[in-house]
């Protein structure tokens, strides 16, 4: 009998390959159902110097794999992180919306927790001291665990203390000694970066107070299939969490989640609250909300995350469609960001310098380089003011709040901005951020 003819009989629809020899990080079955393959494309955050775009890429297959047995959806783990994140070009403070977003987690923990004085608060993975500069400027005991070099002395240089190293069960149990139990430990957007994410779980554990509060904030797999937000899919990300993923996750290093909150960041995520287990308390009504509509979905089965490949397409097909009317139409389109989200969108849709003259960003490490893979070059955001392009493709298109308001003033021109996600959308950068009828020539 085919594999098709085996798919339609026992009720699955989706792909039936399965990666030779590989087997799911959290569980350990080798029953790893495809999910989604975007290809062969090289490290989205290895942006190229002059001198290097002569040079060919070194490339790697991006492809995602949903677990069988505990519906973990990963990537396998062709490199370490020590290769990605030791010297790291994301700063997240040169996004203000983020800045912002962690001054509020910090208000609502001291006021949740009842966080003062006397208390310890660790971030993991605390980037440049864009949430830790909150907790000092309150004259909260805190530290940040960050691996990345460079990134983690301009926290420092901010007055965030910080600690360069990744997180590990040895690591944390290190830190715990030296500095005591933390009250609140905080992971945002880190917890899907560690590709052994046992020993990282038990790191968090380590760091813990028995009676302490964990806060980790993933983006919700349930959102980035809803909204075809496929291009947050890159190699250094290794596993995107379901509500239902994450509790089996954190219960390998003994942390129950106890509440759970839908934050409208990064395009839909979840902040997920735990508690070590002995200390944990029932569910909230939240947490068994979020479940439902995950099971609602079909994400709480292998086959429920087929389909999902024939909308990415769709979306590529619209976003090459309409750079190849406006080029034909005499129009010049740029880019505004130079992300790692952009670079898997640009790789996968083919956009080379032909279809997008140049990106800008705001951190100027990228200034003068060139995206991987599409050799897009990238300069300072005040090239679009000089050059008044007829659209600007909004690579961050998850900013869209912060990014028309930066980008108003190319209504002066007549100018358009282009969201390619979750859907194509040409909007005037106006207070009233109206939609145009696509495609506007």
């Given at each position: ?355 997008l003259a140049y990106t800008v960003d705001r951190n100027p490490y990228k200034h003068g380089r060139y995206t991987p893979g ?68």
């Open positions: 009998m085919s594999a098709a003819a085996v798919a339609e009989q026992d009720g699955r629809t989706g792909p039936l390959e399965r990666p030779a020899g590989r087997t799911c990080r959290l569980c350990g079955s080798n029953q790893l159902r495809r999910f989604l393959d975007l290809g062969v494309v090289p490290r989205c955050e290895l942006f190229l110097t002059p001198e290097a775009v002569a040079a060919p890429d070194v490339s790697y297959p991006l492809q995602v794999w949903v677990c069988e047995r505990c519906l973990l959806v990963q990537l396998p783990p062709l490199f370490t992180p020590e290769e990605t994140f030791t010297d790291y070009p994301y700063f997240s403070s040169y996004s203000t919306s983020r800045v912002e977003q962690a001054r509020t987690l910090v208000e609502d923990a001291v006021r949740r927790l009842g966080l003062g004085l006397d208390s310890f608060v660790v971030e993991v993975g605390s980037n440049d001291g864009y949430l830790l500069q909150h907790l000092v400027r309150r004259w909260i005991r805190c530290l940040g665990i960050e691996p990345s070099v460079n990134v983690g002395e301009t926290a420092r240089e901010k007055g965030a203390p910080t600690f360069t190293e990744f997180l590990t069960a040895e690591t944390g149990a290190l830190v715990r000694a030296i500095h005591g139990p933390a009250d609140l430990v905080i992971a945002n957007y880190v917890y899907g970066d560690v590709p052994d994410v046992t020993d990282f779980t038990r790191g968090l554990r380590s760091l813990v107070a028995d009676d302490g509060w964990a806060s980790i904030e993933v983006q919700h797999l349930l959102t980035l299939v809803e909204r075809t937000e496929f291009d947050t899919i890159y190699h250094e990300h290794f596993q995107y969490f379901t509500l239902l993923t994450g509790q089996r996750a954190l219960a390998t290093g003994g942390l129950s989640v106890v509440d759970v909150e839908l934050v409208d960041i990064r395009g839909g995520a979840i902040r997920i609250w735990a508690r070590p287990t002995e200390c944990a308390m029932e569910p909230s009504v939240r947490v068994t909300e979020v479940l439902a509509a995950e099971e609602a979905a079909g994400l709480h089965v292998a086959r429920g995350h087929d389909g999902f490949a024939e909308a990415v397409s769709r979306v590529r097909d619209d976003l090459v469609s309409f750079l190849i009317e406006a080029r034909r139409a005499g129009k010049k389109v740029v880019g505004y960001g130079a992300s790692g989200n952009g670079n898997t969108l640009l790789n996968y849709c083919g956009v080379r310098p032909d279809l599409t050799r897009i070059p990238v300069h300072a955001p005040e090239r679009i003011a000089a050059d008044r392009p007829d659209y600007v493709l909004v690579l961050p298109w998850n900013l869209r709040a912060e990014l028309l308001d930066q980008l108003s003033y190319v209504r002066e021109w007549g100018g358009k901005l282009v969201f390619p996600i979750p859907e194509l959308e040409v909007v005037s950068p106006a207070p009233a951020d109206r939609p145009l009828e696509h495609p506007v020539f």
